[in-house]
């Protein structure tokens, strides 16, 4: 990974997320109850949402969104999303009974000694779940 550094560089301090899917109401669903993820489904069921904030000001904050796939620009499949767990063993375990196949196991970064595995969800983006 290259880390640049200097006056003109931007001050990122929040990130955000677009996924776009067929269904909203399925992937909200999905990512809800397979990944647990405390999804905010819109008042109108167009988007969901997922929001996190490590600081009271919002610095860090992280904003991952689930939005319907309105033109074939779009490809499906074409996002691979990674997230930190608890236990890593146990959604090996638990993961293949909610219908999820667990495609490979693998390194995040060369270098690096963290281990994940990548599955996919209902579109076909990838997913890598990783344990600090």
Known sequence: MVSIHHENAASIVSAGVNLYVADVLRSHRWYSEVLGLKMELSPDNLSSRYVESHEADDQGLTVFRILPRTSDEVAPGNVQLA?????????????????????????????????????????????VLYEL
């Open 83 to 127: 997230f930190s767990i608890a236990n890593l063993a146990k959604a090996e375990a638990v993961l293949p009974a909610a219908g999820v196949e667990i495609s490979r196991t693998r390194s995040l970064e060369a270098g690096c000694a963290l281990y994940g595995v990548t599955i996919r969800d209902l579109d076909g983006n990838g997913i």
